[in-house]
């Protein structure tokens, strides 16, 4: 009997993971490339097809299509248009290259919308109303509305990272001041670490013997973990701002249950404490307090292509 299979791809800002994915869920291979090392989409798309056709060699038969999220899709056209977290100018036709190289289908969502497809075709709980808030190098929201998943008339919704929280804050990679993302990804965690080391100068904890183009949100985890002062503030103020976002999305779509996914909930209830202290004190007396917030049964390297493959098993289903 032919084993099928379909390669799912998730485009991140830092990495782009690649998986051969099973009908059940299993993932059979996988690799990854670092995006930011492409400062084009020409040479990008060169070495994923590369890996793609080594993923594939002694299978060819079983291929059915490949399923891909990737940030700023327009899923109208079916294009990467001027993605704010990726060196590539433009809109990118990604369809129409692995289309041509596989002759396969080839089917592409925005990348906060991966971990829902994951939830609903590969996870029991069998929810209709609830939302996956990706936290990493930039921000993003998959809903789940009555069963379906919301996406708008581009495709465009769910972007919670570049939601104005403070017009008068950071500047964003996106070209607007004060977006939600310039706090709570892995970025506006460095970043409101550097503002607290330059706030406090009788800091002398770890921080200072790491030169700031170095550090990463998952060495503030750590540190934060292991009792540093900064590196724990940062978290409870990220926290902070990612409760008061969580409550407003509750108004918006009222759902069951909310999951977190991505790098920066490594830190555990460092970070998941104060989002649901500020959730709850911030969240509209209408809904019930029994609204949870919890980290995805995914994890982030499997759930996202878990959930860019489910894109090509819905073609075939039936």
Known sequence: MLNKYVIGIDVGGTHTRIGQISASGEVLKNQMLKTADYGNAATFLEHLI????TM???????????????????EQN???TYAANLNWDGSLDIIQALSQ???????LTNDANLLVLAHQHFDDTLLSD???????????????????????????AGELGHVIVNERGRACSCGRQGCLECYVSANGIIRTVISLIAQFNSYKGSLLDIPMADLNAKMITELAL????????????????????LANMVALFNPQLIYLAGGVTHAGELLLA????????????????????????????????????????QLNEG
């Open 78 to 80: 079916q294009t990467i």
């Open 130 to 156: 609830f939302f996956v808030v990706t936290l990493g190098t930039g921000v993003g929201a998959g809903i789940c509305c009555n069963g379906s998943l919301l996406k708008g008339k581009e495709g465009f």
């Open 56 to 74: 594939i060699s002694d299978d060819m038969e079983g291929f059915l299509g490949i399923g891909m999220g990737a940030p700023s899709v327009n």
């Open 226 to 245: 292991s009792g540093d002062e900064i590196a724990k503030r940062a978290l409870t103020l990220t926290g902070q701002m990612l409760g008061q976002a």
């Open 274 to 313: 104060p989002t649901r202290q500020f959730f709850h004190q911030h969240l509209l007396n209408v809904y019930p307090d029994i609204i949870t917030i919890e980290k995805s049964k995914f994890d982030d390297h499997e759930g996202a292509i878990l959930g860019a493959s489910v894109l090509i098993w």
């Open 50 to 53: 590369g890996v793609i056709k």
């Open 101 to 107: 190289a596989f002759l396969v289908p080839v089917k």
